[in-house]
């Protein structure tokens, strides 16, 4: 077996492990990680040759694209304070505490090469968290905190971890410097991340083709991760900054077919490209495990503290971080979203997996500093950061369900539902308004008039039915009864017809373009 045919391996595992996930009630990423250790087991599978400093810039962006379109700016603005807890202050406390007992333990390891270490196993993965959270019908707020930490987090670290391989590197350090290249990591970010969001808002509203904007969306957030990394800024920040802009902006509410494909296009991605991170997470057990030589237990010993540390340490400031944060919140009128209680707590610190960036700045350490020496303790950092990634990925991952059961952390279903009903009444009321807007200006027959005020009526109660009462929603429960029979009826008509057309396509002179232009007119009919 070969590089490529090993990717298409990943690749059909990722599609897999999705619906066997579901069956099993086990998180997707989770099982595609334990496909990666039993193909890095195989003595056919080669071993993952991908240059280290391509893993970050390659999966990172479209990973954090996909899942900023779960969320929104005003999410992340009410949940600053939570975000900034979770996503910086914790980070630099897992950070220091890493290094300290990685210097104490490890014979001859320096205080800067334990800050990469725990730089690099500092931040929980975004796509692990989400993906593992958002599948367990947890409480929208805690998803919410977590996709916010997951997505934030990794700027912090990987600022940390450049700073301290430099320092590692050049044998120097200074916190000055440490402090000016942070604020214009961020700066520089920030200012790419808006800049291409504005221009890709622009281009999208020039192309008009779905095709073409779907496609550019593919190649923006690359785009914005590469130029800010050669601007000397964080590429991981300039990838949310646009992702959150363009999910502000470049939203036309009239353009459905470009939101539909666009939705589905990038749940593809996702699928396809968290399958093959988290596949090339198991493979690489394979190189790390030979880095041990002989020296297994110690190493198994080292990595043991520096696990319970990463998992104590969690736990240790989550309690007191939530419970600031709930007093702050009764305090002031914050529309934020934080736990409630100590088992949502619980849940929110057993959520933190390490995931795809800790195993790209763990490959990424140079071989060397710049004096040409080895760069002191790299087996001994990868293989800790690779126990650690294994341990709260797995063991992490694949308890959470049943912690989450345990603990009875359930969605709040009813004010969910108090939503879609708002949702639906606002929708129904906005279609009256604009009809009766319509009706003043231009004078309508009788009867498509009454029948758009059905129309107009049944946008909310298609919705949410409970905003009607028990009497009508039985009179529109037997009229949408038929008008199933009705759609029905029509969809197999269309099938009919959409049939006819394809066996089109295998006779004489027919013209392919000509048969799926006809046919795509049949799809969109059948679509709406």
Do not use: C
């Amino acid at each position: 077996m070969d590089q490529l045919a090993l990717l298409f391996v990943l690749l059909l595992g990722a599609v897999i492990t999705v619906p066997l996930g579901e069956r099993l009630g086990l998180p997707a990423p989770v099982l595609m990680t334990l496909v990666g250790v039993v193909l890095a087991l195989l003595p056919f599978v080669p071993n993952v040759t991908i240059r280290p400093e391509l893993i970050l810039p390659l999966l990172l962006p479209p990973l954090l694209y996909a899942a900023v379109q779960r969320t929104s700016w005003r999410q992340f603005t009410a949940n600053v304070r939570p975000i900034f807890l979770l996503a910086v202050a914790l980070v630099f406390i897992t950070t220091a505490a890493v290094a300290a007992v990685a210097h104490t333990v490890v014979p001859g390891l320096p205080i800067a090469a334990a800050v990469v270490l725990g730089a690099l196993v500092a931040p929980p993965d975004p796509v692990a968290a989400t993906a593992v959270a958002g599948s367990l019908g947890l409480p929208r707020r805690l998803v919410s905190i977590l996709e916010g930490e997951g997505l934030f987090n990794d700027v912090t670290a990987i600022v940390l971890y450049h700073v301290a391989i430099g320092a590692v590197v050049s044998g120097t350090f200074s916190w000055p410097r440490a402090a000016r290249e942070l604020v214009l990591s961020a700066v520089v970010a920030v200012a790419v991340g808006l800049a291409l969001g504005w221009l890709s808002q622009r281009l999208m509203g020039l192309l008009g083709d779905p095709t073409l904007q779907i496609g550019l969306t593919l190649l923006v957030p690359f785009v914005s991760y590469v130029l800010a990394e050669d601007l000397l800024g964080s590429g991981v920040l300039a990838v949310l900054v646009t992702a959150l802009y363009l999910a502000e902006h470049a939203v036309d509410a009239d353009d459905v077919l470009w939101r539909l494909a666009g939705n589905t296009f990038w749940q593809v991605v996702d699928t396809l490209v968290t399958g093959v991170a988290f596949g090339l997470i198991g493979l690489e057990l394979h190189n790390v495990f030979g880095t041990a030589e002989g020296r297994g237990g110690l190493l198994t010993g080292w990595s043991v503290l520096v696990v319970a540390t990463v998992i104590g340490v969690r736990l240790m400031y989550l309690l007191p971080a939530t419970w600031l944060t709930k007093r702050l919140h009764k305090r002031r009128d914050y529309d934020e979203e934080i736990p409630v209680g100590w088992r949502e707590t619980v849940v929110m610190w057993w959520s933190g997996m390490r995931g795809v960036a800790s195993v790209a700045l763990a490959l990424a350490i140079p071989l060397r500093t710049a004096d040409g020496a080895p760069f002191p303790g790299r087996d001994v950092i990868v293989f800790i950061a690779f126990a650690v990634i294994m341990t709260t990925l797995v063991l992490q991952g694949l308890t959470l369900p049943w912690l989450v059961k345990r603990l009875g952390v359930r969605a709040d279903t009813d004010a969910e539902r108090a939503l879609e009903r708002d949702l639906a009444l606002r929708a129904a009321k906005a279609a009256k308004h604009r009809l009766k807007e319509i009706e003043q200006v231009e004078e309508l027959p009788e009867d498509i008039a009454e029948r758009l005020q059905r129309a107009a009526y049944d946008i909310g109660t298609r919705i949410s039915p409970d905003i009607v009462d028990e009497e009508r929603r039985e009179w529109f429960a037997r009229r949408a009864g038929r008008q199933r029979t009705l759609l029905r009826v029509q969809r197999e008509m269309l099938s009919a017809a959409r049939h006819e057309v394809l066996a089109a396509r295998s006779e004489p002179g027919a013209d392919p373009e000509v048969v799926d232009r006809v046919l795509l007119h049949l799809d969109v009919r059948s679509l709406r």
